[in-house]
């Protein structure tokens, strides 16, 4: 890659326009010294395969893929990731130099990152995590703590069928809860984590009460708009340690960057700021 090669890439989405991801990847551009650009790609679904299509056309050395593409983006790619096929959806594309597209999926470890981040003692096996929602993100999570050694994972959501559909993609150790009885399954339970848009701004807070939390569970939230949900601010009431979205959103964008740009970067205490000031 020559220095003199101006890179482009960026996030494609349905809206985009709250994304962190332009203000996380340009800062690091300039930190780095590079020449290049991360932008935001707004593309409605109609328009995914001809976008996707044309990013060697464009230039770019890739994109992020965010809300609604990371399942549907799967079907463009020339290779699918072996992390990217369990989870089965696709978050990060790589323009290879033949112009192939390899897609990948970095959500799962990003999550563990910020747990890690969160709590440098976090390990996934010390007991049951139950996850809120069905979502890609939270198929994300799921695998990543089912590799990580999770003896359980509580799976709720409105809809019960995409629940099951968790339990039979990944066995035994997934336990599909009644909506109904989402508040009691939280009973012994280490790692609660909120993987729905409930909580966001413009959105209803989570329907959820904590009373049968443990003391010591950790509660996580994929959002970051706000930093602190309603549910993380209940949770900090009661004395939970907390981890909310951005150090996900954070840690996913470090190997999409690295693969973009030729520079693995850090998250530092001067991104962190840049990115809170964007709120």
């Given amino acids: 890659m020559s220095e003199h090669r101006f890179i482009l890439a960026g996030v494609m989405g349905w809206p985009v326009a709250h994304t962190r991801s332009p203000a996380i990847h340009n800062h690091w551009i300039a930190a780095h010294g590079l020449q290049g650009a991360y932008v935001p ?52 594309v790589v323009v290879r130099e033949d112009g192939s597209l390899l897609g990948t999926n970095t959500d799962g ?13 976090w390990r996934a096996d010390t007991g049951p995590a139950m996850v809120i929602g069905a979502g890609g993100a939270a198929r994300a999570i799921v695998v990543a703590l089912l590799d990580e050694g999770a003896p359980e994972l509580r799976i709720t959501n409105r809809s019960p069928e995409k629940a099951q559909a968790f339990r039979d993609a990944f066995g035994n150790r997934v336990t599909v809860v009644p909506w109904s009885e989402r508040n009691t399954a939280m009973a012994g339970v280490s790692l609660l984590i909120n993987t729905t848009t409930q909580g966001m701004y413009g959105q209803p807070p989570l329907d959820v009460v904590l009373d049968d939390l443990p003391a010591h569970a950790m509660v996580s939230d994929a959002v ?20 909310n979205g951005l150090g996900m959103l954070l840690n996913q964008a470090r190997p ?7 520079v693995m970067p850090q998250i530092t205490p001067e991104l962190v700021a840049a990115v809170h000031a964007t709120f």
């Fill in 41 to 92: 790609l707004p593309v409605q679904p109609a328009n995914l395969e001809a976008a996707i299509r044309g990013l060697a056309a464009l230039g770019f050395a890739g994109c992020n893929i965010t809300v609604p593409h990371k399942v549907s983006a799967m079907a463009f790619m020339d290779e699918v990731h072996p992390a990217a096929q369990r989870v089965e959806a696709v978050n990060t």
């Fill in 109 to 121: 470890e990003g999550y563990l990152q910020s747990l890690r981040d969160a709590d440098s003692a």
């Fill in 224 to 243: 970051y708009i706000p930093l602190e949900t309603p549910l993380l601010l209940a949770a900090r009431l009661r004395g939970h340690r907390t981890v």
């Fill in 256 to 262: 999409g960057f690295n693969a973009w740009f030729g």
